[in-house]
């Protein structure tokens, strides 16, 4: 009778354990993420230029910030030191494996044009320092050809900035479908615009 008395408490704590472990909700993103508000937009240094669609990366970069203008949420940062958040993309074409151009500097620009209701603003890199691992101070390599293994969807990825290597740092979060950069609609950006919304009802509704 002991025995299964013991048996019994038992089964009846863990039943309790389950029943609270489904009580708690995973936090959906941190709330340094949903303070956030200025924003890097940067091609994945990994990747190469397609020998196909050599702007496929830049493009996608362009049609991801233009997005985020559209949304209103964040300015666009011209440096890693001045970004609360680093956006990464990779255009994917369907391909696992494919021959790309390695060695070349994706992130270098002088400017980024930065549309607003008033017409724009152009800036460039700001006087702080720039931060170990800025892939905007990438420093130039010899072009040469690769072979490139990885995901054939395009990739959205989401880092905090201000830090050095910001980029070897875990990914606060990471999007990865077929046409995720594809425009006019992005639908990566209009994803992450939910994932927010959902972040910040979850955060109103704590005690």
């Known amino acids: 009778m002991r025995y299964h008395g013991r048996f019994a ?16 909700k995973k936090i959906i993103l941190p709330a340094d993420i949903l ?8 091609i994945d240094p990994d990747a190469g230029m397609a020998m196909g669609t050599p702007n ?16 209103g949420r964040f300015s666009l940062a011209t440096d890693v030191s001045s970004a609360d958040l680093i956006i990464s993309v990779r255009k994917g074409n369907g391909k696992i494996v ?3 151009i390695g060695g ?4 270098n620009r002088p400017v980024i044009f930065d549309p607003t209701d008033s017409g724009g603003v152009i800036g460039g890199h700001r006087g702080t320092a720039p931060q170990a691992g800025d892939p905007t101070n990438a420093q130039p390599q010899d072009p040469h050809p690769q072979i490139e293994v990885g995901s ?10 201000k830090r050095d290597n910001a980029l070897d740092a875990p990914a606060v979060w990471r999007y990865r479908t077929k046409d995720a950069l594809s425009s006019p609609g992005v639908p990566a950006v ?11 009802k979850q955060q109103a509704a704590k005690p």
């Open 9 to 24: 408490f038992s089964a009846l704590l863990m039943c309790c354990l389950v029943a609270a472990g489904k009580d708690k």
């Open 35 to 42: 303070e956030a508000r200025t924003v890097l937009v940067v």
């Open 56 to 71: 496929a990366n830049r493009t996608a970069q362009e049609d991801v910030e233009k997005a985020l203008m559209n949304w």
């Open 98 to 100: 494919e021959p790309t």
């Open 104 to 107: 070349v500097p994706n992130n």
């Open 152 to 161: 054939a969807q395009d990739m959205f990825a989401v880092y905090r900035g």
């Open 190 to 200: 209009d994803v992450f615009k939910k994932l927010i919304a959902e972040a910040e």
